[in-house]
């Protein structure tokens, strides 16, 4: 069975502090995909990152970076230098062979 | 990448009325559609993983003759909330992907907002 853990219910920071959003995840998988969606007030998920089991490379796209630890079967994201915009719940997910596994999403609270 | 677009975005039904919500991928061969509901400020709930062509897979708790789904084509998913009542307002979102191209691609719909009166 899969499982993915977002321990952070609410996280609160003020403005241009940087902040980490933890995922840690469970699969009998092999092969598998991991996500970090944005869900913004308006309910659309945004999509952040994905990646494969086989790419352990970090990826930073401009103020966000993702840490994926295949060891430790975790997979953080990183907002440096926070903004009021970046205010949303944030969902980490797996994607195995056929089953989508989401986590209970950070509600990210970015206070001016 | 590929577009999912889910219709309705919104919907006001009577409580009793059926209610059909269409997943359609526009470019892309969606093999395996997933269907879930979010309640205000909770996660999104897995309800049911639909491959084309065969019955869809309901989660433990899922009553499968009150959501209908349906998948008959690699373009087109569908989910019949049947009977609605108030506790069925909600927040329903359809992703599809293709496993067999091995690529992890995932695409999502708007989601379709619904509430029974």
């Known amino acids: 069975a899969q499982k993915v853990t977002q321990a952070q219910t609410e996280i609160s920071v003020v403005e241009k502090e940087d902040v980490t959003l933890d995922c840690v995840y469970e699969?009998?998988?092999?092969?598998?995909?991991l996500f970090w969606y944005k869900q913004p007030p308006s309910g659309e998920l945004v999509f952040l990152i994905r990646?494969?089991?086989?790419?352990?490379q970090n990826e930073i796209s401009g103020r966000y970076s993702w840490n994926f630890q295949k060891s430790t079967s975790s997979f953080n994201f990183t907002i440096t230098a926070s903004q009021v915009v970046d205010s949303a719940v944030y969902f980490c997910a797996l994607l195995g062979y056929s089953t989508l596994t989401f986590g209970k999403g950070t509600m990210l609270l970015v206070s001016p | 990448g590929a577009v999912v677009s889910q219709h309705p975005s919104w919907v006001i039904c009577k409580s009793g009325t059926s209610v059909k919500i269409e997943c359609r991928s526009l470019d892309f061969q969606a093999t395996t559609m997933f269907w879930y509901r979010q309640f205000p400020k909770q996660s999104l709930m897995l309800m049911a993983t639909s491959n084309e062509g065969s019955k869809a897979t309901y989660e433990q708790g899922v009553e499968k003759d009150k959501f209908l789904i349906n998948h008959a084509s690699l373009t087109l998913s569908t989910l019949t909330v049947t009977s609605a009542h108030p506790e069925d307002s909600s927040f329903y979102i359809c992703?599809?992907?293709?496993?067999?191209?091995?690529?992890?691609?995932?695409?999502f719909g708007e989601g379709s907002r619904l509430t029974v009166l």
């Open positions: 992703s599809a992907t293709n496993p067999g191209q091995g690529t992890g691609e995932l695409f």
């Open positions: 990646r494969n089991s086989f790419d352990e």
């Open positions: 699969t009998r998988d092999t092969t598998y995909y």
